[in-house]
């Protein structure tokens, strides 16, 4: 089963971390396709029924984007908004992405020790994406544990990038199945 991800990235080339992330991505055309939105959707004009075939055809999604003030970028919250309509992905009659697998990769900005209840954003990653978990059980699907890299503006070095990019591979594989 090949592996669907979606980036949403709306600088990509200044972003070290999705860069690198892509590249790493791009060595797996076996088992994983690529949609980059901002790239498709320069005008914001989403093809709906193109998106909905596009996520038909997976049953493994990998949604990849930066941290942005606490939620998606806005590209991709509209992606959510136009693809996953009523009678397609939930209602009486909305069922197309029952029982298929949704993970984050999301890289953060900021330091990991702030994502705590006593750090400075007194939130948890798994509370701030709680709309994404959200969502992703109002269509019928199965949100998986998000993976993510801290430190994205200012603190990771090219080693640690490069280290997560082989595990952003490892987590894809790993769910899959």
């Known amino acids: 089963m090949k592996t669907l991800v979606i980036l949403t990235h709306p600088n990509l080339e200044v972003s070290r971390?999705?860069?690198?992330?892509?590249?790493?991505?791009?060595?797996?055309?076996?088992?994983?396709?690529?949609?980059?939105?901002?790239?498709?959707?320069?005008?914001?004009?989403?093809?709906?029924?193109?998106?909905?075939?596009?996520l038909e055809a997976y049953n493994h999604v990998i949604l990849q984007f930066p941290l942005y003030w606490y939620s998606y970028p806005p590209l991709l919250k509209k992606w959510f908004d136009d693809v996953f309509a009523y009678g397609w992905a939930y209602g009486s009659k909305g069922d197309k992405l029952k029982g298929k697998k949704f993970g984050l990769a999301i890289s953060i900005?900021?330091?990991?020790?702030n994502y705590m209840p006593e750090g400075s954003v007194s939130f948890t990653v798994d509370e701030v994406i709680a709309p994404f978990k959200a969502s992703t059980r109002h269509v019928g699907a199965l949100a998986l544990p998000y993976f993510a890299v801290f430190g994205a503006s200012f603190q990771a070095s090219h080693e640690d990038i490069d280290h997560s990019a082989k595990e952003y591979i490892k987590y894809i594989l790993k769910y899959q199945q």
């Open 109 to 113: 900005g900021d330091k990991k020790e």
């Open 17 to 54: 971390i999705n860069q690198c992330w892509k590249e790493e991505l791009q060595q797996y055309p076996d088992e994983i396709t690529i949609h980059e939105l901002y790239k498709e959707y320069p005008d914001w004009n989403i093809d709906v029924t193109r998106e909905q075939h596009l």
